[in-house]
């Protein structure tokens, strides 16, 4: 029920094809972490290990709700609370 939007208003996220995912604050790599999508289930997995909050938050697998070629939504449950997020690509 919290709206987290602008506690990532300075990140953006690069993910790579060896599987590592850049978090980017301000312009300067925070946190490296890791990725991997199965498409079977249509989730996406990433771990930002020792990461802080509002990183940390993005740990987990993630069901992929609705997509396009340039964004994509994902849910996962965490402790019984649901979480959303949306990732646009620039």
Do not use: H
């Not at 978090?23 to 802080?52: L, M």
């Not at 959303?84 to 690509?89: A, G, N, T, V, Y």
Request: proline residues 1%; charged residues 15%; glycine residues 6%.
């Amino acid at each position: 029920g919290t709206d987290m939007t602008s506690d990532f208003a300075s990140y953006q996220f690069q993910f790579k094809t060896n599987f590592t995912v850049d978090a980017i604050n301000s312009g300067s790599v925070e946190k490296t972490g890791s990725w991997n999508a199965d498409a079977t289930s249509q989730s996406i997995t990433s771990i930002f290990q020792d990461a802080v909050n509002p990183v940390a938050l993005l740990n987990g697998t993630w069901i992929i709700t609705n997509s396009s070629w340039t964004w994509v939504e994902a849910r996962q449950t965490v402790n019984g609370e649901l979480m959303s997020l949306r990732l646009d690509k620039f």
